[in-house]
Every structure is written in C-alpha cells, then in structure tokens.
C-alpha cells in the first residue's frame, strides 16, 4: 500500500546547484502535505507544508510546489549547500485525522 | 527551541519480553503519536493520542502494544510481548493545532529485540 511514493532513493546535486526531489501520491483524499529532513540517528525534522488550496509555498532557501491534477509534488531547494545532505522524506494527510503517510525517502548528497 | 525527548536511545530485549519506550512532548502541544521505521523501510504510523485517549491507530497497533500518559508530561509505548519483528527504530510526536507546522519528532528509540 504505496499510497505516497517517492521513486527516486537517492539524488546527487552539486553544491550551489538546485535540487529538485519529487514525491507522487495516489490517495485524492489528502489535503496536506509536508517534507522532512532526516538525519542518521535524528527523528525526522519538519521543513515545509503546503495545503492542497495552494500550489506553491516558499521558505527561504525551500520550495514546494504542489500539482493536485497530477497527484505530484516537488522539493526545490536552491541553492543547495552541503549540509542539506539527509534523507528527505515526503508525507501526506487527511485533514480530518492528520494522521501522516510516508514516503520512503530519498537520500540527497550535495558535493562541495 | 523546544524538544520532544525519548529514552532510553536504544533498547535491546529478549523476545518475549515486555519493553516501555519513553517520551516527553513539547509541554503545550495537545497531540501525540507513535511512529516506527523498520532498517529499509518507510515511516509508519501506529498511533494516535488525544484528550487522554487513542484517537485512531494503524493495524499495526494490535492488542501487544498500548500507550499511556501517566501524567502531564510522560508519553510512554509499551510492547507487551515483544516478537522479532517489532525491531525498528521508534519515535514520538507531539504538535500543536493545524498541521502548519508539522509535527516534532523525537530522535527515536531503536528497538532490537533478539
């Protein structure tokens, strides 16, 4: 039951460069999404949040960018530094229940 | 800024065994969760805790788990007898209202049951 899936386990992006991390969802009744970073030995940390009202939220450095009509969503973060360097992960919710359904995550490395 | 703390980081049972996973939630924050990730896998839900009772739970979450909050600050997992299986990594949630800030995740506690 893959109802969050993010295809690709790893990406490898240059420091300065943008890195673009993509997810897919498959459930029409989620109306929040959200991104983590994770590093080893950490619990996952909060980055950014985007309510299926909207199809675009900025922070800093983080973008995301939703398309309700492709069930798809992106990670843009530019530029990239070095220590952006974790698994990110990408997760769903129902409003109702905010209950939060995971992705597998990918793992990015930024290169100096 | 505020944590949410988890004890012990790494627990090793022998199977059949009970274990209690420890949390303390950020002090304000009203919603509480339990989150495991089997190595390799992704981050599951198992449950849900509000006002003092489970508000929703996964299938995962069968009658060998249960959690409490023995008072106003402890959040606490229990796996009564533990199988193989439940060894993964755990972490506690907290949040306040509304979903714009997400949740915070404690650092988990990895459970290795042998």
């Known amino acids: 039951d893959q109802q969050v899936k993010q295809n690709s386990p790893s990406l490898s992006v240059q420091e300065g460069r943008i890195s673009i991390l993509n997810c897919d969802y498959t459930?029409?009744?989620?109306?929040?999404f959200l991104w983590y970073k994770k590093y080893p030995a950490e619990g996952p940390t909060f980055l950014i949040s985007?309510?299926?009202?909207?199809d675009k939220n900025e922070d800093g450095r983080f973008t995301v960018f939703l398309n309700k009509s492709a069930k798809h969503l992106s990670l843009h973060i530019v530029p990239s530094q070095p220590g952006d360097s974790a698994v990110y992960f990408c997760?769903?919710?129902?409003?109702?229940?905010?209950?939060?359904?995971f992705g597998k995550g990918t793992l990015l490395t930024v290169n100096p | 800024e505020p944590e949410v703390t988890q004890t012990p980081s790494h627990q090793v049972t022998q199977m059949g065994q009970e274990v209690i996973l420890r949390c303390v939630p950020i002090?304000?924050?009203?919603?509480f969760y339990w989150y495991r990730q089997i190595l390799g896998q992704k981050v599951e839900f198992l449950v849900s805790?509000?006002?003092?009772?489970?508000?929703?739970k996964s299938e995962i979450f069968d009658d060998q788990f249960s959690v409490e909050r023995p008072d106003g600050s402890n959040f606490t997992l229990k796996i009564r007898s533990t199988k193989l299986e439940d060894s993964a990594m755990y972490f506690c949630?907290?949040?306040?209202?509304?979903?714009?800030?997400?949740?915070?995740f404690g650092s988990g506690t990895r459970l290795t049951v042998v």
């Open positions: 459930n029409s009744m989620f109306d929040y």
């Open positions: 002090s304000n924050h009203l919603y």
């Open positions: 805790f509000y006002n003092n009772e489970i508000s929703e």
């Open positions: 985007i309510s299926s009202i909207k």
């Open positions: 997760a769903a919710s129902v409003d109702t229940n905010y209950k939060l359904t």
């Open positions: 949630a907290s949040r306040g209202q509304g979903l714009g800030y997400g949740y915070t």
